[in-house]
């Protein structure tokens, strides 16, 4: 099983989120105002220091556009925000990231 094969299991199994970091946390630091550079930063400093980060991001890659919530897709999930993931998305698709 390769690891992509691994990771996909493990983000469609979401026993992942049981180790999140921000788990029983307010959730709502995680979706700052695009001027609030400090509450950005609060939010990225907790998911640096969370040990489920490539699940968390890989799950908001593959989920974008498709919550049922409104502005879900604008939060800060695995230490990238909106464009971020999607430029990291492109870029690794293209090969460069
Ligand atoms: S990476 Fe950030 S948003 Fe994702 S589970 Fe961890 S703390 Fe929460």
Same mark, same amino acid.
């Given at each position: 099983?390769?690891? %992509? ?9 979401? =026993?992942? %989120?049981?180790?999140?970091? +921000? ?5 709502? #630091? ?7 550079? =400090?509450? #950005?930063?609060?939010?990225? $400093?907790? +998911?640096?220091? +969370?040990?489920?980060?490539?699940? +968390?991001? $890989? !799950?908001? #890659? *593959? ?8 502005? =879900?897709?604008?939060?800060? !999930?695995?230490?990238?925000? !909106? ?8 870029? %690794?698709? *293209?090969?460069?990231?």
């Amino acid at each position: 099983m390769t690891n %992509r094969a691994v990771l996909t299991e493990i983000e469609e199994s979401d =026993e992942w %989120r049981a180790l999140a970091n +921000c788990k029983g946390i307010d959730t709502n #630091i995680f979706f700052p105002s695009a001027s609030d550079t =400090e509450g #950005i930063a609060r939010a990225k $400093e907790f +998911c640096k220091r +969370c040990r489920v980060k490539r699940e +968390c991001l $890989e !799950y908001a #890659i *593959s989920h974008e556009g498709t919550r049922a919530t409104p502005g =879900e897709d604008l939060g800060i !999930y695995g230490g990238l925000g !909106y464009d971020e993931r999607r430029l990291f998305a492109r870029r %690794r698709s *293209s090969g460069r990231g």
